[in-house]
Every structure is written in C-alpha cells, then in structure tokens.
C-alpha cells in the first residue's frame, strides 16, 4: 500500500510541475508586459496574475509543497494591495516580483536544496511583504480595525499577518470560482489534464493502425490480380479444351468445369468486393481515428511563447541593452511534440538576435532608434505547414565578416568568394563553426546556435532561411509540418533496394532520354524545364557501387528526381520510380540516433522494410562528392596538439590537465602568468588555457602580453575565470581573448568543444 501512496504521490507531482510551469509562464509574461508599459489593460493584467497565482497555491497546497505555497500566499498579497490600489507597481516591485517566479520555478524543477529553500523563502517573504504599504489610522479602521477601536500601526501589521493565515484556511473551503473569464473559459466537464506519455503511447498505437490499412490495402490488390490470373486461365483452359480433347471428353470436361468454374469465380468475386468494403470501412476509421488523436496532441504556439518575454527581459539585463518581444499567431496549433522539437532552435534565435542583432541603448539612440529594440515572433499556417518567423531590428549582418569567417574555417576556398551572391553568403551561417563574435561567452560565440537550429529543423523535414538589411535588422524564416505522424513519399527502387524519399523534398519526377545528359566541369547535367541540375546517381552516394556502375544499355532513357531544400537543386538518377505513397516513419532507435542518410524505415504492405532517404545529408554527400562522384578521401587524423594550462589553484589546475589529457592532447600546466611567459619562450603551444585571477600577472595581462609578441598574435587564448560581468567580458574582448569561458557554467564537453574549434 505503501508503494502504492509513493506511487501516486510522483505521479500527482509530475502533473503538478506541469500546471506550475503554466501558472509561473502566465505570471511571468504577464510582469514583463507591465514592466515595459506594453500591457493595455493594467487592471486586466494584474487580476490574470492574482488568479493564476491563487489556482498555484491550491495546486502547491495540494502536494505539501509549504515554500511554494508561502511564496504564492505573499505574492497574493502584493497583487491583492495592486488591486485595491494600496501600492503601484514600482521597477523594485516588479523586479522582487520576478525574482520570486524565477525562484518558484527553481522549486517545482527541484534545483534547490531544502535546507538553502527555506532560509531563501524566508526572505522573499519578508521583502515581499515590505512592497505593501502598511495602512494609516484612518485605512487601518476601515479595513480591519473594529467598530469603536482605536488602531496601533503594529497592531494593524499584526493583523495583516493574521488576516493571511485566515486567509489560507479559507482558501480550503472556499467554492470555486465558476464565474470567471467572462463564462468563455471551458467547463470541467469539456476538459481534462492528461499525461503527454499517455497521449503519445495512444498515438502510437493509432499510427500503428496504418500498417492494418496499408496491408488490407495489399491484400485487395493481391486479390484483384489474383482474379486477372484466374480469368486469363479459365479463357486459356477452355481453348485447350475445344482443341486438343475429342469430342466425348470435351463434354465430360465442360460438365465437371460448368460445376466447379462458376462456383469458383464467384466466390472470388465476392471475396474481391468485401475485401474492398474492409478496406473502405478500415481506411475511414483509421484516418479519423488518427485525425482527432492528432487533435489532442495539438497545442498553440502561445503555450510555448509565454516563455519568451522573460526569456528576453533576463537577456537583455545580462547583455546591458533593451529589448522587447512581439508575438503575432500564437493561437495557430500544432503537434504538441513539433513544438518540443522548435523550443531549443528558437532560443537560439531569439538569443542570437539579442545578442548580434539588437545595439545598445546609447548606439541605438545614435542611430535613431528607440532605446528599446524589438524582436517580432510572427506564426503563419499556410497548405499544410507552419512559417514563423523570428525577426529584430538590430544592425544586420554583416555579410563580409559571415565569409571571412568561412574562409578562416577553411569551409570555402578563398577563390570562391567572388562567386557567392548575399543569399549563398548568409548560409554559410549554418556552418557549424562560423560566427561574427569576436569572443567566444558561455552567451554564444561559438558558432554553433544556428548550426543546431538548421539541423532540428531539417529533422522536422523543414527549411530554415535567413534575410537581412543593413541597419534595418535580420528575419530568421523557419517552415516545418503542423504533424510528425505521417507523410508522403515517392518510392524509388536502386538495384534491388527500395527507398523512400518525402515527397515536400520531391518537385518533380522526370524521364529523359540518355543522349540529353551532358557534361558540364566533369559533372553530369541534365535540363528540366529549362535551367541546367547536376545530375547525381543516388546508388553513388549511398555508396551503393555495384549500382552506380550499372549502365544499362538497352533502355534509352534515365529516370530522376528532382530534389530541392532551401536553395539547393539536384536531379537524382534511380533505375525506377515506382510511385507515391503514404508511409508512417518508424525511428532508427536508441542504438542508432544517427545514420547518414537515413531518418528512418517503413513498413510496406508486404512486409518489406524500406529505408527513408534523409534530404539534407543527401544533398550534402553529393556536393562533396565533386565533379568525379568518387567517394571522399578520409580526413587524415589531426596530430596531438599540445596545450598551456595557467591556473594557480592546484585543485583547478590538475582537473584541468586531467580532462585535457584524456582528450588526448600534450598538456603543460603552470601556476601564473610568469611561468607562462617563461613556458612560451621555451616551447610552442596550440593553445593556451588561463585562469583570470593569479598573483603576480594575472589571466588578462598574460593575454594582453601573449597579443603584445608578434610572435604569439595567432595563438588562441581562451580565459576560464569566475568573474561573469558584463564588464569583465568586455575586457576580455579588449586584451584579445579568443573564448571566455565562466566556471560557474562550466562543462568539460564545453571546454573540448571550443579548444577544439579554436585549435
């Protein structure tokens, strides 16, 4: 029984963290919208959030979580002295305020100890308290002070501690509250909370029901032809019977064949129709059973979006400027798990437009601007797919420092260049490796934000493209599915392997006589509807050589693909288009997260299980390949480079040599800037690694030193110091830090990645 309570109990708060992040995101995004003026209806705004944090505090009640609901109690109160006009809504307030929710949140995840949770609660509390004004003589005798009475300011405090606690026994009894919203809220019995692991195990098992349909699918055609088969015999059986028997064995024949031979094909027949009739009752019921388990996984862009204005607030105080968010559709819905899938792309977005895009305040005021700079989140739905768009109105990009840097990393020949045009040049942001910072924060830096944002989204089968104007800002466009579930595909056979391309990714299938292919650079083209596409066998670039060789040569004609993403066009060359179809995407699993090529397999209705072909790395493979189409010579294996570490805390100092050589790189350790000095005269180093804070010469003027010696203006130094203000990064910049790592955010998979990068 007892496991059973327990059970229940991590149930009943998985559910619970769930509402919280509902009711702290409202709060939140609420506060920021008063906060910055942006709220049309004050009154409005702070009755949402009394609400929203008096339902917290019943749900906290409810799990005995007491910090949590201490916090929601004193937070009430501040909104119930707003309401009543006790007190306004200074920038102290609003702050503590959003302290506080930045702290609820900290407890319902769990990343407080409660030792630490309850002093820190205490405190809130106390401050939180402070905000409300206590009331005078007059207010004390007609808010609280009984008939006749004579108030005492401490006495008023008293009882405005006492009216709290007599207010969180009420709260138990208290009805609900069925009148509010206006009557357009849902009632009880229209909603319900469920887990999200329940709604997707029952989608799965719905998307399962597709095989059933594909394969009755099957069977009627087996059928239909099997009748095809049956009549072709029986017309072949009676001429050999008219032709070849004598005339007595003919007429024994036709009566045994007038018994069996009809009796046959009727049944047939009628095996042929209910087969059709199951397979258009299945088809209905599983296409509208998929359809309305779709419907519960569906939720707006604004369950998500509520995360963005404090998302936004707390960026922009770290990085010293303003900054606003806007957002426009977020009532359009989508798969709840395709929204899991874009939470992390647009946080990068939205930080990298804050941190590239958006001036500050007094640059901006140079310019014209508003001190506040906005950055605009539109949703759109649009033939099946969802468009947002993540824009600023910041200062651009600049495209010349997006190639430079490309070149820097070796990812474009420097000949290349003239040739690119503005569109070519900004995808190259994309790049894994290519940024425009100058320093490498625990912010961004790294060029790596938009490389991951491309990659989730191509996961999704979408398309990220990017725009910019100088001065004027940068849109980020991403189109992704509304669904996961299923999709079409355009199934094509190479050799003896079937595989299946999405047909979003499919323009057009084409078949061209052989002579029509031409050799432009040593590549082979091919012309469809006018412009010229390189034409790539597909057997080639899955390494299937046995079928890229196979030229067949009494077929006169090719047939191709014609595959597009983004910017890109190629033909693909198959032996056979076999057609479209419907498929349900089955994953690789946890064994292989990851295969070239591959996004996944279906299931046809034989059983055959065929690979899904993934676009973009299709795309990728057969750009590398070159004029020639041979496979990639392997990359050589980089020699063991050799690091600097400087760190005058041996404790530090030996976990750093320790995770640096079983990386596998040569590591020379010293205790500050002097002994780094002496170690560069002596000896040469890829990289140095330093802490700031050293006696004798510390981390910034051993980096400002190292820049001084021509000989060392190359070498990368990345500085990993506690100091985390805006100000101490900004020195970092300025004595010619290559990365700025705080060890407050410290991560060994972090530290290998930039030294690698930047080695």
Not at 335 to 341: G, K
Not at 380 to 389: C, F, L, P, Q
Not at 733 to 752: E, P, R, T, W
Request: charged share 25%.
């Amino acid at each position: 029984m007892v496991t059973g309570d327990a059970e229940f109990l991590e149930r009943l708060l998985a559910m619970f963290r769930i509402e919280a992040r509902e009711h702290l995101n409202v709060i939140s995004a609420e506060l920021a919208r008063l906060e910055k003026g942006d709220s049309r209806d004050q009154a409005g705004s702070i009755e949402t959030m009394y609400r929203e944090t008096h339902t917290l505090k019943g749900a906290a009640r409810s799990v005995n979580l007491a910090d949590i609901v201490s916090l929601c109690q004193a937070v009430e109160s501040v909104f119930s002295a707003l309401k009543n006009d006790r007190m306004a809504l200074s920038p102290q307030a609003a702050d503590l305020l959003q302290q506080t929710v930045d702290y609820c949140f900290r407890l319902v995840d769990g990343r407080e100890p409660p030792a630490a949770a309850t002093a820190h609660v205490n405190d809130l509390v106390r401050r939180l308290d402070g905000l409300i004004p206590v009331p005078g003589p007059t207010a004390a005798a007609m808010d609280q002070g009984p008939p006749g009475g004579s108030p005492d300011p401490t006495i008023a405090g008293t009882e405005r501690a006492v009216s709290r606690d007599q207010t969180a026994v009420a709260d138990e009894a208290e009805p609900p509250d069925l009148g509010s919203g206006g009557g357009s809220a849902a009632s009880p019995a229209e909603t319900v909370r469920i887990a999200a692991a329940a709604l997707d195990a029952l989608l799965l098992q719905a998307e399962e029901m597709i095989a059933v349909k594909i394969a009755t699918a099957q069977r009627m055609a087996e059928l239909q032809e099997l009748k095809k088969q049956f009549d072709a015999w029986k017309k072949e059986r009676q001429r050999d019977l008219s032709f070849t028997m004598p005339r007595t064995r003919v007429a024994a024949g036709q009566i045994s064949t007038e018994n069996f031979i009809p009796a046959f094909g009727a049944r047939m027949m009628a095996l042929v129709r209910a087969a059709e009739d199951d397979h258009r009752v299945a088809a209905s019921l599983i296409d509208t059973l998929l359809d309305d388990m779709k419907k519960t996984l569906m939720l707006p862009f604004s369950s998500m979006f509520e995360m963005f204005p404090r998302l936004v607030r707390d960026l922009a105080r770290t990085a010293g400027k303003k900054a606003e968010v806007t957002i426009d559709g977020g009532e359009i819905e989508m798969d709840r798990r395709i929204l899991q899938e874009l939470k992390d792309p647009l946080v990068h977005l939205v930080r990298n437009c804050l941190d590239h895009g958006i001036e500050p305040p007094a640059e901006r005021e140079k310019k014209y601007k508003p001190a506040y700079g906005t950055i605009r989140i539109e949703v759109a739905s649009r033939d099946g797919k969802v468009e947002i768009a993540v824009a600023d109105d910041g200062r651009g990009i600049d495209i010349a420092s997006i190639v430079s840097a490309a070149v820097k990393q070796a990812m474009i020949a420097p000949e290349a260049v003239a040739a690119l045009d503005d569109r070519e040049a900004l995808q190259l942001l994309f790049q894994s490796g290519v940024t425009t910072s100058p320093l490498i924060t625990d912010l961004s830096g790294r060029g790596l934000g938009l490389a991951i944002v491309r990659e989730k989204v191509e996961k999704l089968n979408g398309t990220v493209t990017v725009d910019t104007r100088p001065e004027e800002g940068t849109t980020f466009r991403l189109v992704v599915p509304l669904t996961l579930a299923t999709y079409k595909g355009v199934l094509v056979r190479v050799a003896e392997q079937l595989f299946v391309l999405p047909a979003t990714n499919v323009e057009r299938v084409a078949r061209a006589r052989r002579e029509e292919v031409r050799t432009v650079e040593n590549r082979e083209t091919l012309v469809i509807d006018g412009r010229p596409l390189a034409l790539v066998r597909l057997g080639a670039v899955l390494g299937l050589e046995a079928a890229a060789a196979r030229q067949p040569v009494d077929d006169p004609f090719v047939q191709v693909t014609v595959v597009g993403l983004a910017e890109k066009r190629l033909a693909f060359m198959v032996d056979e288009i076999l057609g479209e179809l419907e498929v349900l995407v089955k994953p690789l699993g946890r064994q292989l997260p990851r295969v070239r090529h591959f996004m996944g397999a279906t299931v046809l209705g034989n059983g055959r299980v065929v690979p899904l072909l993934n676009v973009p790395d299709l795309l990728k493979s057969a750009v590398k390949q070159g004029p020639s189409l041979g496979v990639v010579p392997a990359v050589a294996a980089a020699k063991s480079n050799s690091v600097l570490v400087v760190e005058d805390s041996i404790t530090a100092r030996m976990l750093m040599k320790n995770i640096l050589e079983a990386a596998g790189y040569q590591v020379q350790a010293v205790v500050d800037g002097v002994d780094a000095l002496a170690a560069l005269r002596s000896r040469e180093f890829d990289i140095v690694v330093s802490d700031v804070e050293m006696p004798r010469i510390d981390g910034f003027d051993l980096t400002a030193r190292i820049r001084a010696d021509k000989k060392f203006a190359d070498l990368p130094v990345v500085l990993v110091t506690a100091l985390e203000s805006r100000e101490d990064r900004e020195r970092g910049i300025d004595v010619g830090a290559s990365a700025y790592i705080v060890k407050s955010s410290f991560d060994q998979s972090n530290l290998l990645e930039v030294i690698g990068r930047l080695i």
